[in-house]
């Protein structure tokens, strides 16, 4: 409940400044607003919803302007969120108010619409119209109207038909705006299939109740329980509204549908190994003693990591904290979901972006009541308002899809482990192949190792085999996509009755068009990228800005019509895969096949069902599914990531190759794996063949020492972008002259172009910052921040980028 009343408050905004907006606020909200309520508000032309941080008395020394509405009646972020946002806006340079708006996932209940209001010319002016004009005249209307409070334009329209025109000159002579705003919306007006109704603890006796309500009401109570609205309806007549009117009344309860999830094959639950038992002891030892620990579970793939963060789990639950566990995006199917249900039943909530705005805050909202206490949520789920939090698992912890690749740009496994640490927590970080960053520092002691060396039941480590390429093509004199091997080993499975993964290794390795004549790639007109061949639809794409044309005839530079296709994209894969094996059933996975996650699930349903042979796919298909008729795994490509301006391009091609190599052999029938390489040297790929991490951690550890990359420093991504070249060259001299020369402890490189120099219609220029100390490298991130705040850059000029993972 709020306390006290207060005149002022103090609102964080999501605009790119560094400030709190200090707001009046009317004798309606005096008692109601409370830190951490969001709160509508008029900025300049503009009317925004903000965060408020404290409310207060102090008379601030400029004029202020009053606060419009109050969203919520209490909190949606308390004071353990709150104080999280503020540190990611400090580490990562993000606004606050930004960083405040991405936490919270409530867009659904809030209703746009535009509404009108009178500006101060507006006011004047009215003043003096209402005194010496007609009363019938629009405009009066309207302006009298308006002078009582804002309206939505839905409301005036209706109340006065005929003053489309009026309200159209008033605007153009700046006497009113309109603003599109947002307004809760009552949950209690949702559809009936996502409701559920169920009779009230302790209903009031002795109403008088209309036939559909007594009989609404007398089902209910032969029927206890909660029932899907919708689904009443075919039993009880006028379910739908005699239920919302009984919800009035205090007879009964309406409360929003929990998400449906398919359940996906059952887990029986399984003692643990020694391994695991040992892993789940000391996790469970640190929750129990509320300890802040972080754990690194780092298991070979098949080592059942997944039943140790159930145990864990429980554990937490039966020491009434809660637990979070976070997925890589695409990883979170119901298959996987269904696994907690089973366990957990409907303490669960799931955080999915598949899910729909109504959905995700139906679900939010269970986990801040506290009925769920289990969330299952993707990068943004680290946010979910749990209470009592006792445990974070981040399952797959390498995984890109933990960073936000936009603003704020957070890396959501070390948001896990800042936010755990000020509730006294513990953090399981689980993956096959952690990200060097998290080993080092298991290494260092900043984390506790625990390791599953070997798959369940000692099940072998799939057998991995490298082809070299270069030979195949020496002896077959056949620039072909499959080696023989390949070819062979596909056969097999298909005669065998048993399944086929292979992996194309996407990045820059789709099908594209270039001139034999010139040599010209055509590439995208925003983007300084080649565009992608789509055949199926006859057109070239920017797989950046989505920017297509039509396949030119003739090459865009020298016009010569001796354009050809080069390369090889999933679609011309599978083409080759069905030519030769006219028979086998072949399904595809890919950014374009794939339109929407549950589309991504049925594939791989139908896949899992048996009823395709070969799953054909780019790195979607390299994650943590586990199926077991899947003995073999082909990678047509595995060099092709190795080439890209970027640190990281080995350990994320170890990663990809060691992953998708986890994919064979989960069943009885032990697995094999085929790599397709043209650098069987390269220690990548040899090492991924191998499965040795530990090698791999060694010489990528000394190849980061070497050349001062993470972990043996703090890195950040400065970029600079403009439509107009000159803009861009200039405010990247600008700030190359902030930053040169670089302060003690700090490495600056650029002013450089970056590795894609244009994107989406924007120059790109980059520095690159490595700092000795965290604390420099932050303090000189700020110091940029207010460069560009000073001197008053576009909003997107700059893009700070912190812990990147990918230079692009
Ligand atoms: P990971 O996530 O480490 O790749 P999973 O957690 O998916 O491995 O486990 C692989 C398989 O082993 C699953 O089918 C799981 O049900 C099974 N499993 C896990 N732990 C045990 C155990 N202690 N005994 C038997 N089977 C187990
Ligand atoms: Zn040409
Ligand atoms: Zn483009």
């Known amino acids: 409940m709020p306390e006290g009343s207060y005149l002022y408050c103090d609102v964080s905004l999501p605009v790119p400044v560094d400030q709190l907006f200090t707001y009046s606020l009317p004798l309606t909200l005096r008692h109601r ?13 503009r009317t925004l919803t903000g965060v408020i941080l404290r409310c207060h008395d ?15 009646s209490s909190p949606v972020l308390d004071a353990e969120l709150l104080a999280l946002g503020r540190w990611i806006a400090g580490y990562y340079c993000a606004p606050l108010g930004e960083v405040l708006r991405g936490m919270l996932p ?8 535009k509404v009108w209001s009178l500006t101060d010319a507006g006011r004047d002016a009215a003043r003096q119209l209402l005194l010496d004009s007609a009363a019938d005249d629009p405009v009066i209307q309207v302006l009298r109207m308006l002078e009582k409070r804002p309206l939505s334009a839905a409301y005036l329209a209706k109340a006065l038909p005929l003053a489309d025109k009026a309200i159209k000159s008033l605007e153009r002579k700046g006497f009113i705006v309109v603003e599109q705003v947002q307004t809760e919306r009552d949950p209690l007006r949702a559809p009936s299939e996502r409701l559920r109704v169920e009779l009230a603890e302790a209903p009031p006796a002795d109403l008088r109740l209309n036939k559909p309500e007594r009989e609404l009401r007398a089902f209910l109570e032969l029927h206890p329980g909660s029932h899907n609205l919708k689904e009443l309806e075919d039993t009880v007549r006028n379910a739908s509204i005699a239920a919302r009117s009984l919800a009035r009344k205090g007879v009964v309860t309406l409360k929003p549908e929990t998400v449906a999830i398919a359940a996906g094959p059952v887990r029986a639950r399984h003692a643990l190994n020694p391994a695991q038992q040992n892993a789940y002891d000391q996790i469970s030892a640190a929750i129990a003693a509320k300890r802040f620990q972080t754990f690194l579970l780092h298991g070979v793939t098949g080592s059942g990591k997944t039943e140790v963060y159930l145990n864990c789990i429980e554990s937490a639950l039966a020491a009434d904290r809660s637990a979070l566990l976070l997925v890589p995006e695409i990883a979170l199917t119901p298959a996987m979901a269904g696994q907690f249900f089973t366990r957990f039943g409907d303490r669960v909530a799931i955080l999915h972006s598949a899910f729909t705005d109504v959905e995700r805050s139906d679900q939010w909202r269970r986990i801040r ?35 936000q690749e936009e603003n704020p740009r957070y890396n959501g496994r070390d948001v896990a482990i800042v936010r755990a640490q000020a509730a006294n927590a513990c953090v399981v970080l689980g993956s096959a192949t952690p990200s060097l960053e998290s080993r080092y520092n298991a ?52 005669e065998n009755g048993e399944q086929t993964i292979v992996l194309l290794n996407r990045r820059g390795f789709s099908s594209f068009v270039a001139c034999r004549a010139c040599g010209e790639r055509v590439s995208c007109m ?7 061949h789509h055949k199926r639809d006859r057109r070239l794409l920017c797989h950046y800005c989505g920017y297509a044309e ?10 010569s019509e001796h354009i050809y296709f080069l390369g090889l994209g999933s679609e011309k894969v599978e083409e080759e895969l069905h030519r030769a094996f006219p028979t086998a059933r072949i399904a595809r996975l890919d950014r374009d096949t794939v339109t929407g996650k549950r589309q991504y699930e049925t594939i791989l349903n139908e ?49 990809l190759l060691t992953q998708v190599a986890g994919r064979a052999g989960r069943g009885n029938v032990p697995g094999i794996v085929i790599i397709q390489t043209i650098n069987p040297d390269h220690y990548a790929i040899r090492m991924a063949a191998a499965q040795d991490y530990a090698a791999f951690y060694q010489k990528e550890l000394h190849f980061r020492r070497m050349m001062l990359y993470p972990p043996f420093s703090a890195m950040a991504n400065v970029l600079v972008r403009a439509e107009k070249k000159e803009a861009a060259m200039r405010m990247s001299s600008e700030l190359g002259l902030l930053l040169n020369p670089p302060p003690e402890k700090l490495k600056i490189m650029g002013p450089a172009e970056a590795p894609v120099p244009r994107l989406k219609n924007e120059y790109r220029y980059q520095f690159l910052v490595k700092a000795a100390s965290r604390k420099a490298l932050n303090e000189l991130l700020q110091r940029v921040r207010a460069f560009t705040l000073e001197h008053k850059w576009g909003a997107t000029a700059l893009v700070i980028d912190v812990d990147p993972l990918t230079l692009m």
């Open 443 to 494: 290494e260092r002691e900043k984390y506790s190792l625990l390791e599953l060396p070997a798959r369940i039941e000692e099940r072998p480590m799939p057998t991995v085999e490298l082809i070299d390429m270069r030979q195949e093509f020496l002896e077959t004199r056949q620039q072909a996509t499959f080696s023989r091997k390949l070819i062979e080993a596909i056969g097999a499975r298909l």
């Open 369 to 403: 009541s506290g009925v769920a206490s289990v969330v299952v949520g993707t990068r943004s789920g680290v946010f979910a308002p749990v209470r009592n939090l006792g445990l974070i698992v981040v399952d797959e912890e390498h995984d890109g899809s933990y960073k």
């Open 106 to 113: 409530l867009a659904a209940e809030i209703r746009k619409g």
């Open 550 to 559: 039509k396949i030119p005839s003739a090459c865009p530079k020298c016009q």
């Open 607 to 655: 896949f899992r069902e048996g009823s395709f042979d070969i799953l054909v796919g780019t790195q979607m298909i390299a994650k943590g599914h586990d199926i077991p008729n899947v003995t073999l795994v082909g990678v047509v490509s595995a060099d092709i990531g190795l080439g890209m301006p970027d640190f990281r391009a080995a350990e994320r091609t170890f990663q």
């Open 33 to 45: 607003v409370q830190t951490g309520s969001r709160l509508v508000v008029p900025f300049g032309s």
């Open 58 to 72: 102090d008379r601030p020394g400029i004029a202020t302007r009053d606060a419009l509405r109050l969203i919520d």
């Open 526 to 532: 925003n983007c300084s990228l080649t565009l992608t």
